[in-house]
Nanobody
Framework: EVQLVESGGGLAQSGSSLRLSCKVSGRTFDDYAIAWFRQAPGKEREGVSCMSSSDINTYYLDSVKGRFTISSDDAEDTVTVYLQMISLKPEDTAVYYC???????????????????WGQGTQVTVSS
């Protein structure tokens, strides 16, 4: 069974950094696309960053470009995806989720063509 577990969230001051991790276990796929999403209180969930195993490009929400970096460690039986966040702002406060696309294995901008699996989320709170 494929499972995604996020970690690394917490309380941060404006201007500081955090690194989120998403560990994918139970790997049954070769290629994939994976993305970070976030949902702030009272707002819709939005794609923050996306990457795929078959595309060298990475994609970002405009408001995080230059501040967030997505990367991955790819192993035979697991994938770990990171989101390095610098220069954090209060408006980055949200629950951050990772999601996996093993159907189309494509990014559609900073989101996925299909969200087949989700993690449980990790809270990021940025104080001013």
């Amino acid at each position: 069974e494929v499972q995604l577990v996020e970690s690394g969230g917490g309380l941060a001051q404006s201007g500081s950094s955090l690194r989120l991790s998403c560990k994918v276990s139970g790997r049954t796929f070769d290629d994939y696309a994976i993305a970070w999403f976030r949902q702030a209180p009272g707002k819709e969930r939005e794609g923050v960053s996306c990457m795929s195993s078959s595309d060298i490009n990475t994609y970002y929400l405009d408001s995080v470009k230059g501040r967030f970096t997505i990367s991955s460690d790819d192993a035979e039986d697991t994938v770990t995806v990171y989101l390095q966040m610098i220069s954090l702002k209060p408006e980055d406060t949200a629950v951050y989720y990772c999601a996996l696309d093993t159907t189309y294995m494509e990014c559609r901008g900073a989101t996925l063509a299909s969200t087949d699996y989700w993690g449980q989320g990790t809270q990021v709170t940025v104080s001013s």
